[in-house]
């Protein structure tokens, strides 16, 4: 994750500290979501992760964090706690999840005197098949299957067009069915466009090539190996 030159708005400074700070990214429009999430936070009790009630701040311009997250006195001697921080939304699926259920972080116990800067971290947000694209938008539908035929979610589909000396990339995660809704903005109709498919737990990949608009009229299937 990288940091994108973020400085604290006036309206998001407090009183409050935190450890950590997320920025929010929708892919498509590369600002803050453009529709509701919700943020979890977990930690991490022995081998397993137990959800806690702390609720998360959201900015407006998508900044998240958890104020007074391990504020306490004193703080000398108190171990390291480990959290992992979870997204859910209708209109979204997290990229974190190629890899991971969440993203983790560690921190340590905290006062206004002992409290670090902490760089905020970007948290990118795929669009799904419910994300709200203008109705011009092209878009291609269908399913990612393994070698078996049976459905495999949390695979990234792309596709990536040259304009000029310019790179553009179109990106989503499969679902639990194995579904995926890709836009093709910047695809002209007439030509052929590929779809690739990994999955970066496997590296298994795949590919198609669809034509537009024809092959956008009906689900299409990727085959990872």
Known sequence: MTNRGWQPAPEERSVEISPVWFRLIDDVTDRAPIAPVTVHLDIQDGPDWRPLDTKATITTAGMVTFLGLERRRPVAGVPRRHYRVRVESDYYRPLYRELA????????????QSAPLPVPQDLVLLPSSTYPLAAHVRRVRGEVHDQTGSPVEDVVVSNRVQIGATFLTERTLTDERGAFTLALRWVTPG?????????????HVGSINVAVPTDLQHSNLIQIV
């Open 191 to 203: 030509t052929t466009a590929t779809v690739n498919a990994i999955d970066r737990r496997t590296n």
């Open 101 to 112: 259920s969440g993203v983790e972080f560690q921190t340590v116990p905290m006062d206004e």
